[in-house]
């Protein structure tokens, strides 16, 4: 059983960067796709961006293109989300969600795939 924990969240300043970190633990050997999703208050799940474990290619959605960067570190099995130029509309938890199958850019954006999720980390932006 995967477990996913998400740490790195807060209150921060509109402008400013943070990095938020997904350490992965548990049957770690059966996952292959890794990523991220926001829900803001009253809005949907929001996908942000996807890696997989074995490759080296990671994709950022359209809507943060250009802010927002997914990396990860195989050794720690630890997944990051980059944060850059933060705006009081990326308010939100921040979620990241693990799957067993290996989802190309194509079709990682649909979280009904990920079997396994975070509990949340809070970013709030103040303007």
């Known amino acids: 059983h995967v477990q996913l924990r998400e740490s790195g969240g807060g209150l921060v300043q509109a402008g400013t960067s943070l990095r938020l970190s997904c350490l992965e633990s548990g049957r770690a050997e059966s996952s292959n796709t890794m990523a991220w999703f926001r829900q803001a208050p009253g809005k949907d799940l929001e996908f942000l961006g996807c890696i997989t474990w074995t490759g080296n290619s990671a994709y950022s959605a359209e809507s943060v293109k250009g802010r927002f960067t997914v990396s990860k570190d195989n050794a720690k099995r630890t997944v990051y989300l980059q944060m850059n130029n933060l705006k009081f509309e990326d308010t939100a938890v921040y979620y990241c969600?693990?799957?067993?199958?290996?989802?190309?850019?194509?079709?990682?954006?649909?979280?009904?795939?990920?079997?396994?999720w975070g509990q949340g980390t809070q970013v709030t932006v103040s303007s």
């Open positions: 969600a693990e799957a067993r199958r290996y989802y190309s850019e194509r079709w990682c954006h649909d979280a009904s795939l990920f079997g396994s």
